[in-house]
């Protein structure tokens, strides 16, 4: 089986900084893109920025100049630094990977549990 793990949300004033963490482990033969979506109750689940194996990004137009999503290809593991924080970031942060497992032909989709992010005062 394959899991991704997150860790590094919480609660954060206005103007400040988190950053989070996602790990990928398991029976992995290969990941194509990692990276971030967000959602909030009532609200589709929107895409916050991913980035390829080749290190090629994108970004939300919301996020874009405040967060920064970075890869560690060794340890399977894909970063969001979050700056400038603002209320409207609330969410619930999801990691998404595109792998190819060594149980399933081709490359899929997996999804962690997500982490709670808060922006107040």
């Known amino acids: ?3 991704l793990a997150e860790s ?3 609660l954060v004033q206005p103007g400040g900084s988190l950053r989070l963490s996602c790990a990928a ?3 992995i033969v290969s990941i194509n ?3 971030w979506y967000r959602q909030t ?3 589709q689940r ?3 920025a991913v980035i390829t194996s080749g290190g090629s990004t994108n970004y939300a137009d919301s996020v874009k100049g405040r967060f920064t999503i970075s890869r560690d290809n060794a340890k399977n593991t894909v970063y969001l630094q979050m700056d400038s924080l603002k209320p409207e970031d609330t969410a619930v942060y999801y990691c998404h990977a595109v792998l190819m497992p ?3 032909l081709g490359s899929h989709d997996y999804w962690g549990q997500g982490t709670q992010v808060t922006v107040s005062s």
Do not use: D, F, H
């Open 1 to 3: 089986q394959v899991q």
């Open 8 to 10: 590094g949300g919480g």
């Open 25 to 27: 482990s398991g029976n």
């Open 33 to 35: 893109a990692m990276g």
């Open 41 to 43: 109750p009532g609200k």
């Open 46 to 48: 929107e895409l916050v």
């Open 102 to 104: 060594t149980y399933r």
